[in-house]
């Protein structure tokens, strides 16, 4: 068991029969009442994002999720295949438990397979990744300073807003929280 208090960021705890990543979380001390956590938690299972309230040293169970590396190998139809680095085993996974990730993630990519209780429940994505622009208006002399953006297309068809600077080619650092322009690379 662990205390609410305790929250962090990427923590994986048990409630509801299900498992939940807490994703952002907020201590709140009232001047009148009692203290409490606001938290915005996310179903590992089906990546359904709840906003959840405690009280002030609540206690939720620990979920033991395992991460275990794996590549990226290809797409067949709604299904797509990882190979563990280490014993060459190869799994599938469903377009529809990893919909959100496949906008980030690009063949031969390494990634982190999540398990818990020897499911798998998803994929856990580096903070940042870097994609290639396949396809932007091209940029117009001058237009760097004026804070203005474009749609651009990266690799894995993910649009992303990027500065006028940008063109066909670059490499993007993308952040896979949000899905937004960090720089580029």
């Known amino acids: 068991m662990i205390s609410v208090n305790d929250f962090k960021t990427g923590l994986t705890i048990e409630m509801d029969n299900d498992v939940w990543q807490v994703v952002d ?8 009442g009692a203290a409490f956590v606001r938290s915005k938690l996310r179903n590992l299972k089906n990546g359904n994002i709840q906003e959840k309230t405690f009280r002030a040293g609540e206690k939720v169970g620990k979920a033991h999720v395992e991460h275990k590396k794996m590549q990226y190998l290809y797409a067949s139809g709604a299904s797509h295949a ?7 085993e190869q799994i599938e ?3 529809a ?3 959100h990730e496949l906008k980030f993630i690009k063949e031969n990519m390494e ?26 208006e091209p940029g117009i002399k ?3 300073a004026s ?5 651009a297309t990266v690799e894995t068809g993910l649009v992303v807003q990027v500065p006028f600077f940008i063109n066909p080619g670059d490499k993007l650092v993308i952040n896979t929280a949000d899905g937004k322009y960090v720089s580029r690379a």
């Not at 990882?82 to 060459?88: C, L, V």
């Not at 990634?111 to 932007?136: A, F, H, K, Q, R």
């Not at 804070?147 to 749609?151: A, I, L, V």
Request: net charge negative.
């Open 97 to 99: 438990q990893i919909e």
């Open 142 to 144: 001058g237009d760097t």
């Open 147 to 151: 804070g203005g953006s474009k749609p």
């Open 82 to 88: 990882f190979m563990d680095t280490a014993t060459y």
């Open 93 to 95: 996974l469903t377009e």
């Open 25 to 32: 979380f907020q201590h709140v001390k009232p001047g009148k």
């Open 111 to 136: 990634v982190s397979i999540m398990t818990y209780n020897d499911e798998m429940i998803g994929i856990d994505l580096p903070n940042n990744v870097e994609l290639e622009v396949v396809e932007t």
